[in-house]
């Protein structure tokens, strides 16, 4: 095999690292924090985009455009927002180089000097609120519903791709209406926007719930999130969906006039998934072989590779399978012939194998004379001989069949790692071992900041839609009374 | 009327200026020289993406992402790149706000100084090719076709919506080749996609042709234009496609083993268009009424608008018009009801003339009785009586008939204002009356310097793919000798 992948039990966090890399996802620049999101990790992001836009879209989202630069004095406005987000970011001060008078290439003109400092927007919050205040006279004008697909920067100290990088990509949606109802409604649609998505084009079931106080979104009255659990057991938080109250509206007064000609300041939410959510399907369903892409998101579906020694086989084999290609398209699916002719096959295999293409046909002259292929799925990694005629559709189905093969897989490991825990004892070493814990919690942020404190784990959420935790019990750590079980995990 | 506009003969800058605002295309931003795309705008800069992402697709291009900050030390690799680019731009210095001392908001914290300060990209040329240094070793990696749809951003000093701005979404192509030849095709491959895509899509006829050396791309050995004519006769630059040669290959040392084991340097092209084709869209076509999108790119195409005064005759049109909707719909075009019943009829015709939708359908009850129509056609305004039966294709063709017709009004006004002059004292007079002047030069610096000093036209480009400029003749500054003409214009 070209690329060795370290194995998920010799080193998880090194394993992941491998397959960003050598899958051709992304990698490190030259600038600190900043990755370089390569074709084929990009062409995944792309199909992410495709179909959450066309969601947004069917719930009446548009899409629109604000500034990437914020002015600085917009972060003080919102008291918890810029204590959430205005510290590590990056700042414009200057907008002119000069030839260096030493001679020694360009450096900063001090003449150039901005009168005021512009933020590279970590989240638009602030600059899209003090736009919507010019659009929004009366109730008419409302709701507003607009999202962006951009890049945002955040200063992260420790940057991990995808995961955590200084700048990535996302979408963040925005929306203003006339009563907190309508908003807190919106915000829950989101975020089941998001578990949908999740769970039909990522293959990956995720838990739907409140944050605690402590881990709201910096000006939030309720973050709403969606926590995934990867192989290690750890969960990964991969999107949210904020209700905020009327905070942004006051602090850039934003009022409308309503029915009865009163004026009132107008509700919000925003809502934002980003490319973490790639790290999340590398870490859910890869192998020590490589990434293991659902159908639904896969750049190549199915990949032919050819067997043969003389030429004249080669070309058999090849007219043979750009007619499947044909074929397969017509069926809505992409095909990819791998024809290079200085690889060998093995080498091709282990190669589609790392990039997690979900099905893989080869063929050579023995299959050409019977009339067969050897179809291989990833997923499971089982072949199988099938015969040309009906290929199309057995591969159509067998796409589908994989799609909900990933599912189950990651929702059985999930499932096997979900437990209820009522000891404190207990807790401190199941903790440790991954998964997530379903315990009772006393509601307060002090019991929350000490079991984080001994134990690294956080509230991922407070469970909605489910009745599983809804009864009655003590606090793990306080001792006091409970009236429902949330999740507690170790988060990346 | 709700929004009036300025007559183009009053005032074709505040004309430009109403109907991108008034239409609810783009406003200013509360950051100097960076502008909101609304929604409506947006909506149309998608349909442009869509288009011409799936027109790159089809030469073998890949999107990928590169990062948003460039070191400035890359800037001085490329020596006529840094005069070009790197001096009016968003410089980042430091990297966290601190609470102000003084308790007025927050402060940049001077401890956060950045070692080197970045550059917000104004082009990527220079983070790419670093980038491909690592990707690049044999000629089987050869050619390296990458697309990026990102912001940019460039400290203009004079800006305006859509034509200059600070900041500006755009698409930049960048190719890596074995060969000269290679990069020159693909180049000239690239500016032949953006003038299909002009001239089909945007109905919009553009001249093809090379700039001359003064007005390259810094870094180019070649660039390649697509220059269209404006409603007051002013040229627009609206994509541009260069051939970089080796220099950025020289200045990140991106070498390739080649197939006779030889080490060359790499062959490049870039290329781009950006949201100024949105201010092109809006001054080729638009009238004193608002926009004339073209069938192609119009968000709304159909817009169907009730008249009534009881509520039953409401409910009976509107019901009929959701039947046509979804006819209009099957036939893959988009429609909207405007079903508002706080404005009149003659309220939502203007502000859908202003919006610029191609067809607008008015029914009332005598219509329902008739089994008729009234067809407004937003190019010429015309309305024509229309059974209701087989509408669908009525509608169908008149949108085809909207895109012809909007092109050829265009082409015709075009060619009606390029013209032959080869008399200098004529020419100074020719050029303020705008239009485009076909020339001879004698191809120096000095003689298209001297020409822009007195008059403000400059060499728009040397066209390719046209013999009409192919003839002998005489300099029209110099009189030195010429071998073909050149397009003069004033810009934008």
């Known amino acids: 095999m070209a690329k060795e992948v370290t194995s998920r039990a010799e080193n998880y966090s090194q394993w992941y690292n491998d397959l960003v890399v050598k899958a051709d996802l992304a990698e490190q620049s030259a600038v600190r924090g900043c990755m370089v999101i390569k074709p084929y990790g990009y062409a995944i992001w792309e199909k992410m985009q495709s179909v959450l836009d066309g969601m947004f879209k069917k719930t009446g989202v548009q899409n629109a455009y604000f500034p990437l630069f914020i002015p600085k004095s917009f972060f003080s406005r919102e008291a918890e927002h810029v204590a959430g987000f205005a510290k590590e970011c990056a700042v414009?001060?200057?907008?002119?180089?000069?030839?260096?008078?030493?001679?020694?290439?360009?450096?900063?003109?001090?003449?150039?000097?901005?009168?005021?400092?512009?933020?590279?927007?970590?989240?638009?919050?602030?600059?899209?609120?003090?736009?919507?205040?010019?659009?929004?006279?009366?109730?008419?004008?409302?709701?507003?519903?607009?999202?962006?697909?951009?890049?945002?920067?955040?200063?992260?100290?420790?940057?991990?791709?995808?995961?955590?990088?200084?700048?990535?990509?996302?979408?963040?949606?925005?929306?203003?209406?006339?009563?907190?109802?309508?908003?807190?409604?919106?915000?829950?649609?989101?975020?089941?926007?998001?578990?949908?998505?999740?769970?039909?084009?990522?293959?990956?079931?995720?838990?739907?719930?409140?944050?605690?106080?402590?881990?709201?979104?910096?000006?939030?009255?309720?973050?709403?999130?969606?926590?995934a659990m990867m192989q290690d057991g750890k969960a990964l938080q991969a999107g949210t969906s904020h209700f905020l109250g009327q905070n942004f509206a006051k602090s850039f007064d934003v009022q409308f006039t309503d029915k009865e000609g009163k004026l009132q300041y107008v509700w919000a939410t925003s809502w934002g998934v980003s490319t973490r959510l790639m790290g999340a399907l590398i870490m859910a369903h890869g192998d020590d072989n490589g990434l293991v892409l659902p159908p639904a998101l896969a750049p190549i579906q199915i990949v032919?590779?050819?067997?043969?020694?003389?030429?004249?086989?080669?070309?058999?084999?090849?007219?043979?399978?750009?007619?499947?290609?044909?074929?397969?398209?017509?069926?809505?699916?992409?095909?990819?012939?791998?024809?290079?002719?200085?690889?060998?096959?093995?080498?091709?295999?282990?190669?589609?194998?790392?990039?997690?293409?979900?099905?893989?046909?080869?063929?050579?002259?023995?299959?050409?004379?019977?009339g067969t292929a050897e179809v291989h799925r990833r997923d499971t990694l089982e072949k199988a001989s099938v015969p040309v005629e009906g290929i199309d559709r057995y591969v159509h189905e067998l796409l589908d069949d994989i799609q909900k093969g990933i599912y189950v897989k990651a929702a059985r490991f999930r499932d096997a790692n979900i437990r209820k825990c009522d000891d404190w004892e207990e807790f401190k070493t199941e903790i440790q071992k991954g998964g997530f814990l379903l315990c009772h919690w006393d509601g307060t942020a002090e019991t929350e900041q000490k079991i984080k404190d001994e134990t690294k784990a956080t509230i991922r959420c407070i469970p909605v839609d489910t009745v599983v935790c809804e009864e009655e019990g003590k606090c793990i750590y306080s001792g006091k009374p409970s009236h429902r079980r949330v999740v507690f995990a170790i988060s990346y």
Chains 1, 2 share one sequence.
């Not at 400092?117 to 919507?132: F, G, K």
């Not at 995808?162 to 996302?170: K, S, V």
Request: aromatic fraction near 8%.
């Open 304 to 370: 032919l590779v050819p067997i043969y020694k003389t030429d004249e086989e080669r070309s058999a084999v090849l007219a043979e399978m750009e007619t499947l290609k044909k074929a397969f398209e017509a069926l809505g699916h992409s095909a990819k012939v791998d024809d290079r002719d200085n690889l060998r096959p093995g080498f091709k295999f282990a190669e589609w194998e790392l990039k997690g293409v979900p099905v893989r046909i080869a063929m050579g002259p023995r299959d050409l004379q019977n």
């Open 92 to 227: 414009v001060t200057h907008h002119r180089l000069m030839n260096d008078p030493d001679g020694k290439g360009v450096v900063v003109d001090p003449e150039a000097k901005l009168e005021e400092e512009l933020i590279v927007r970590p989240t638009s919050e602030t600059i899209i609120w003090s736009t919507y205040k010019n659009w929004i006279k009366s109730w008419r004008d409302l709701p507003i519903l607009c999202n962006q697909w951009c890049n945002v920067v955040r200063w992260e100290m420790r940057t991990r791709l995808f995961l955590r990088t200084a700048e990535f990509l996302w979408q963040e949606g925005h929306t203003a209406h006339a009563t907190s109802e309508e908003a807190e409604a919106k915000a829950y649609e989101m975020v089941h926007v998001y578990a949908d998505f999740v769970r039909d084009c990522m293959a990956l079931p995720v838990i739907v719930g409140h944050k605690s106080p402590n881990e709201r979104f910096a000006g939030a009255l309720d973050t709403l999130t969606i926590e």
